[in-house]
């Protein structure tokens, strides 16, 4: 036989070992000098596709720069194409993470095919609609958990029932003292016993028709116009490392102006605040709004005697608290306006707020959420707000990915 066949001949029986070990490089960069700690990274599927034709989102391994294999998930909340023969072409995006240290600025990870299924990771973000509790939504990482509230829980009670109503868009704060879930768990106990720290943390924060931590509305300089409860809920990611979810409010009058809005929140493991980007819609020809981001002044359980600190930080877009309180530990919450639409500051009677200037039909991102000291994150005051002048450090200068064959 020729050499020349010979050659091909090996070629063509080493294709489908190389096949099956294909591998794609991912290069992570950003330019801040601050450790970023469960930073997410999140690659188009259609990329991995390109360079790894025929990948099923079951049968990938993501390995870090030590080359230890990494959790991962992948999303099909915009399919890229269509997927009639199963080639795994209409996934959304790749997602994992990786701790950068303090001066860390560039990682590498690999992207490979393998033959055996991968493991199924550890959920550390989690959403879902609560029917059983009166039409909550609840959802949580491994740090901090969250709910609000549905339509249900605002209907009035018919004629000789006793039931539970609450008007308000205000988002709830769960503290949590474990990475696992709580939120089934919490839910399956009962309302009274997950406001009783039991080991896992508590439901001590205080919402009622105020703003909780990270509601919004629309401030007409001197007034706060907000929505009622939720009308409807739809997820689009859940975990293990991230979760996406959107809430829609029904139109309400806001000096005049008739509004409805979309929230979308991002939930990603590791962080205390969540990314929401706020979508208002109006029914007349407005150009501009004026929404309000709030923190409730009074967040606190009754017999509390509570001692709240507060950190406007008008250059951050960010409004912080910390909440010393007598028995249920130190609680920081925060909203960040990062961007161009940060406005100023304002307050009302029940809320501290974040003013920021937005088109109608154009998203606003905004971050929210808390830290309690009892997690054994955050040990004071100076912690919490450190945490979030990071976090809109963070979120001004995002990282950069770029894509190669691995060689």
Request: proline share 6%; glycine share 10%.
């Amino acid at each position: 036989m020729k050499p020349s066949i010979l050659a091909a001949l090996a070629l063509l029986l080493a294709a489908p070992a190389a096949a099956a070990g294909a591998a794609m490089k991912v290069t992570v960069s950003h330019d801040l000098d601050i450790a970023r700690p469960a930073e997410t990274i999140t690659v188009p599927w259609s990329e991995v596709a390109k360079h790894l034709p025929g990948a099923l989102l079951q049968k990938i391994a993501v390995k870090d720069p030590a080359g230890r294999v990494l959790p991962y998930q992948v999303t099909n909340i915009a399919p890229q194409a269509k997927d009639p023969e199963g080639r795994g072409l209409a996934y959304g995006d790749l997602i994992f993470q990786h701790d950068f240290a303090a001066g860390e600025k560039t990682a590498t990870f690999t992207v490979e095919k393998i033959e055996d299924v991968a493991p199924v990771f550890p959920t550390k973000a989690f959403a879902r609609h609560v029917p059983e509790r009166l039409d909550d939504f609840a959802w949580e990482n491994d740090r901090i958990g969250h709910r609000t509230y549905g339509a249900a829980l605002a209907a009035p009670a018919p004629a000789g029932v006793t039931k539970e109503v609450l008007v308000t868009s205000g988002l709830d704060v769960w503290c949590k003292r474990v990475g696992y879930p709580i939120v089934d768990r919490w839910y399956n106990k009962g309302h009274d016993h997950y406001h009783t720290d039991q080991g896992e943390g508590m439901d001590m924060f205080q919402v009622g028709p105020s703003r909780g931590c990270g509601g919004t509305g629309i401030w007409d300089g001197s007034r706060l116009h907000v929505s009622g409860n939720f009308q409807s809920w739809r997820i689009l990611a859940n975990g293990p490392v991230r979760a996406i979810f959107e809430l829609t409010y029904g139109t309400w009058a806001a000096d005049g102006v008739y509004v409805s809005e979309v929230k979308r929140f991002t939930v990603d493991a590791g962080h205390n605040l969540d990314r929401v980007e706020s979508t208002f819609h109006t029914v007349s020809n407005v150009k501009e709004l004026t929404v309000a981001v709030g923190l409730n002044k009074n967040p606190a359980d009754r017999g509390q005697e509570p001692a709240i600190g507060l950190d406007p930080r008008a250059g951050d877009g960010s409004f912080t608290q910390w909440i010393a309180q007598k028995s249920n530990g130190q609680l920081g919450t925060a909203v960040v306006v990062p961007g161009p639409e940060f406005s100023g500051f304002a307050e009302d009677a029940r809320n501290h707020l974040v003013l920021a200037k937005v088109a109608p039909g154009r998203p606003l991102v905004y971050y929210a959420g808390a830290g309690w000291d009892r997690s054994g994150q955050f040990k004071d005051r100076a912690a919490w707000e450190s945490y979030v002048a990071d976090a809109v450090a963070r979120a001004r200068a995002p990282v950069r990915v770029s894509l190669a064959p691995a060689s």
